[in-house]
């Protein structure tokens, strides 16, 4: 059962913008972290952002200012809006939901951003 599907990457020139959802199940959305992250070519996944169930927000330095995490839950989606973006923001990002305690949760399949120079 597919229960976190991305969508919303492509490729945007520097500067650029994109918005990122993620429709997620009812078992997913209930979770009480929802977030995003990436894993580029030879690195190691990483944080990208996390929402709370009662909406406090965490955001990796590296995105702080630029990437805004938020939540529909009528749509059970999950939005990452990605402004001003580098080329190094270029990965695959990946939706996910896990309980506090938990260290990996549900992952969905990934979307591919490209950011070019």
């Known amino acids: 059962q597919v229960l976190l599907v991305e969508s919303g990457g492509g490729l945007v020139q520097a500067g650029g913008s994109l918005r990122l959802s993620c429709a997620a199940s009812g078992s997913a959305f209930s979770m009480n972290i929802l977030g995003w992250y990436r894993q580029a070519p030879g690195k190691q996944r990483e944080l990208v952002a996390t929402?709370?169930?009662?909406?406090?927000?965490n955001y990796s330095d590296f995105v702080k200012g630029r990437f805004t995490i938020s939540r529909d839950n009528a749509k059970r989606t999950v939005y990452l809006q990605m402004n001003s973006l580098e080329s190094e923001d270029t990965s695959v990002y990946y939706c996910?939901?896990?309980?506090?305690?938990?260290?990996?949760?549900?992952w969905g399949q990934g979307t591919q951003v490209t950011v070019s120079s």
């Open positions: 929402i709370s169930r009662g909406g406090s927000t």
């Open positions: 996910n939901a896990r309980a506090v305690s938990s260290v990996s949760g549900y």
